[in-house]
């Protein structure tokens, strides 16, 4: 059985500051990582994805992956109260065709 | 361009009755994806196709629950007889292949009474 795994949360940081969201994933031969964000009440919207060990900027969003420690983070820099919502990460081997999907960090980012 | 369309929105309905939840990907996307989320079990995969083959249905709960996708640009959710157990908010998604990035639907929220 695939695993990925997320502290639940909630996460609370203050608004300006960083925000670490963790995923841990069990199958060693995962290749592709992704980050949804989802609203209270709306879809899971992508964010971002990462293929490759290192960090992938994207504004104030950062993605990281060590493959070697199964270890995947997504880092918000500048936190809003907008970014406020369920992070869910996702990850897909490198034989299958799906995700799995983590149960979601819930992030409040206080004003 | 339009994202991927679910339909309805919200159903309500009785034990024992048929729902049909309907879903159209985007355009040019060859891979649709059936998600059901609850607040216990979270995001689960339900069933996946490729090129309108259904390529992997092991998340269907029983056999109360089927998928169909007659071509590129319509796919249905069937669930008969509903259970109360089956309220959920069920989503679809598509992506262009297999494997890269996945684009949600608003998804359908269900209750069964």
């Known amino acids: 059985q695939k695993e990925v795994e997320q502290n639940s949360g909630p996460l609370s940081v203050p608004e300006g500051a960083i925000a670490s969201l963790n995923c841990t994933y069990s199958?060693?031969?995962?290749?592709?990582f992704f980050w949804y964000r989802q609203y209270s009440g709306k879809s899971p919207e992508l964010i971002m994805f990462?293929?490759?060990?290192g960090d992938k900027e994207d504004g104030r969003f950062t993605a990281q992956l060590n493959k070697a420690s199964q270890y995947v983070s997504l880092l918000i820099r500048d936190s809003q109260p907008s970014d406020s919502a369920t992070y869910l990460c996702?990850?897909?081997?490198?034989?299958?065709?799906?995700?799995?999907f983590g149960p979601g960090t819930r992030l409040s980012v206080l004003p | 361009d339009a994202g991927v369309i679910q339909s309805p929105r919200h159903e309500v309905t009785e034990m024992g009755q048929e729902v049909t939840l309907r879903c159209k990907p985007i355009s040019g996307h060859n891979s649709l994806f059936w998600y059901r989320q609850t607040m216990m079990r979270g995001l689960e995969l339900l069933i996946y196709f490729n090129n309108n083959v259904p390529i992997d249905d092991s998340g269907m709960p029983e056999d109360r629950f089927s998928a169909k996708m007659p071509n590129a640009s319509f796919s249905t959710l069937k669930i008969q007889p509903s259970e109360p157990r089956d309220s959920a908010v069920y989503f679809c998604?598509?992506?262009?292949?297999?494997?890269?990035?996945?684009?949600f639907g608003p998804g359908t929220r269900l209750t069964v009474t």
């Open positions: 199958d060693r031969g995962s290749q592709s």
């Open positions: 998604a598509s992506s262009l292949y297999a494997g890269n990035e996945q684009y």
């Open positions: 996702a990850v897909k081997d490198n034989y299958g065709q799906n995700f799995v």
């Open positions: 990462i293929y490759s060990n």
